[in-house]
């Protein structure tokens, strides 16, 4: 599902669950910003439950963004120290 920015000078993120996702950023701190500055590294190949998908990992904060590589809906916002391994 796309979700609306403020500004409307960036296109809507996409979220594979809305609810969930917003609750990750909440409990995780990330903003809409912090995501879009991620998804501007560059990705590393990820799984995930549904194929393959791309990891983004934020400049400053080293916490992580999974995106589903067919569909572009991010379905995971990162804690800190969370282990992708």
Request: charged residues 30%; proline residues 7%; positive net charge.
């Amino acid at each position: 599902m796309a979700v609306n920015d403020d500004d409307g000078a960036e296109p809507p993120l996409k979220f594979s669950n809305e609810a969930k996702i917003r609750s990750q950023m909440k409990k995780r701190r990330w903003t809409k910003l912090e995501i879009r500055e991620a998804m501007q590294c560059e990705p590393i190949p990820a799984r995930g439950q549904h194929g393959p998908a791309l990891r983004y990992v934020h400049p400053v904060s080293g916490k992580s963004v999974v995106v589903d590589a067919a569909t572009g809906e991010t379905f995971h916002v990162g804690r800190e120290q969370y282990r992708y391994d």
